[in-house]
């Protein structure tokens, strides 16, 4: 186990140079420290993401981690290099972290990145945990490094070629038979007193696409078991689903003053050895003669 855990921890400790080396460098790499000079009176420079996590309930959905790093805390039996996606301020993260595994965070939004670096000091300190600003849908990382990989309610976020992008990105980070756990947004999450469906410029997200009224920069895009099979299966396997739900973000209740709820699908998967990819391609060659 001692070995086990060096090995890790020496493949974290060099993971900015690796990750230059892939042509990801630059100042969006955030391997111990973020932009200290940030201040609070700073927040209406911010993105939308930004001012809610460094807003006064920045902890959009409290502390305890969410249905993906509860599913990883109980499946990963020994250390692990895990890539929460989407990080946020950092609740799955520091759970996984204090369970022993190592974590590279990556989120679209600086104020996610500032607000992880308050919740993860001490383990950016012993090299246990990094921290990167930057659009998984634009960023590729080391191939087949992470034992896992973990994006909590982030996919119905970007649109179908982004999201599919993202999955590409994915499957090139995470090890053959490396874990991918994910969470997307139900149809059945759609409030039609919050949201309104839209028509997107990608046919295939027509049907699928909301906004909120009051903020409509804030894009969802539902998920069901057939979208995720869509964007899955052709590099994932053992495909399994799990419904669930948590409140949509702290201080948002409905007409009753009750909170509002989430609904999402989570999916596990696992990513294809070699093996089982040719024989897929090897299925679909087969399909296309036939």
């Avoid at 400790?13 to 973020?34: C, P, Y």
């Avoid at 991918?180 to 007193?193: G, I, P, Q």
Wanted: glycine fraction near 6%; proline fraction near 3%.
């Amino acid at each position: 186990m001692t070995m086990k855990i060096t090995a890790k921890a020496l493949a974290l400790s060099d993971i900015v140079t690796r990750l230059q080396e892939s042509g990801f460098a630059g100042d969006s790499i955030k391997d111990i420290k973020v932009n200290v000079s940030w201040k609070p009176e700073l927040l209406d420079e911010m993105d939308n993401w930004g001012k809610r996590y460094l807003g006064e309930n920045g902890h959009l959905w409290k502390d305890e981690p969410s249905k993906c790093g509860e599913f990883l805390l109980n499946a990963l039996k020994e250390p692990s290099l895990i890539l929460d996606l989407g990080c946020g301020y950092g609740r799955d993260s520091k759970a996984l972290l204090k369970q022993g595994h190592y974590v590279l965070g990556i989120d679209k939004s600086e104020g996610a990145i500032i607000a992880s670096e308050k919740e993860l000091r001490d383990y950016i300190d012993e090299k246990k945990a990094f921290l990167i600003s930057g659009d998984f849908a634009k960023t590729s990382l080391i191939k087949n490094n992470f034992d896992a990989v973990l994006s909590h309610r982030m996919l119905h976020l970007p649109n179908t070629e982004d999201a599919r992008t993202i999955i590409d990105n994915i499957a090139a980070a995470l090890k053959p038979g490396g874990t991918l756990v994910l969470t997307a947004r139900r149809h059945d999450d759609f409030n039609k007193e919050q949201m309104k469906w839209v028509n997107s410029k990608n046919s295939n997200d027509n049907g699928n696409t909301a906004v909120y009224k009051d903020r409509p920069q804030h894009q969802i895009n539902f998920y069901d078991e057939d979208r995720f099979r869509n964007v899955l299966s052709e590099q994932f396997t053992d495909l399994s689903f799990e419904p669930g739900e948590e409140i949509e973000s702290v201080g948002n209740y409905d007409e009753n003053g009750k909170p509002v709820m989430s609904q999402f699908l989570r999916v596990t998967a696992r990513k294809k050895n070699a093996e089982e990819t040719q024989e897929s391609t090897n299925q679909d060659l087969d399909t296309l003669e036939a």
